[in-house]
């Protein structure tokens, strides 16, 4: 090979080798909330670091409550560490399968049809629903609103 060759490949062997040394590869942290206000949860395996609110995207729709202090997330970092993005909660202990979701909050319809069996009381006035289930449901949601993201 000539040597303009050579200098060709030893400088793209050099780009390669400076981009693939600065890659960080993102990585999957187990941690607890241990603050709400402002948000900041902590890492399993550390307590010095700290992963505060301004580092985390968390969905539209689900607020931490009082009832998730301590309790443990799955987080996913992006390269370098610079943003954690919310996952789940994970189940406990380690391996358990968790435990049954449930549906409580609002629906806001834009129209449709629902057919639902509901059970209550009515003293001759207002129908007080204490209790109910969906059997089905053919329309559009506007929005809907958890109040609750699973069994408590």
Do not use: W
């Amino acid at each position: 090979m000539n040597d303009e060759i050579l200098d060709l490949r030893g400088a793209i062997d050099e780009i390669v080798n400076q981009n693939l040394g600065r890659r960080m590869s993102s990585e999957i942290v187990y941690c607890k909330l241990i603050s709400l206000n402002p948000l900041d949860f902590i890492p399993e395996n550390t307590d010095e670091v700290h992963i505060k609110e301004e580092f985390l995207v968390v969905p539209k729709y689900r607020p931490f409550t009082k009832k998730d202090l301590g309790k443990k997330f799955v987080l996913i970092s992006n390269d370098g560490g610079q943003t954690y993005f919310y996952l789940y909660e994970a189940s406990e202990p380690q391996g358990s399968n968790g435990i049954p979701y449930h549906f409580e909050g609002t629906h806001e319809f834009i129209g449709g049809e629902m057919k639902c069996t509901l059970h209550g009381t009515c003293p001759h006035g207002d129908v007080v629903v204490t209790h109910g289930s969906v059997e089905s449901y053919k329309g559009k949601i506007k929005d809907e609103m958890h109040k609750n993201h699973i069994n408590d």
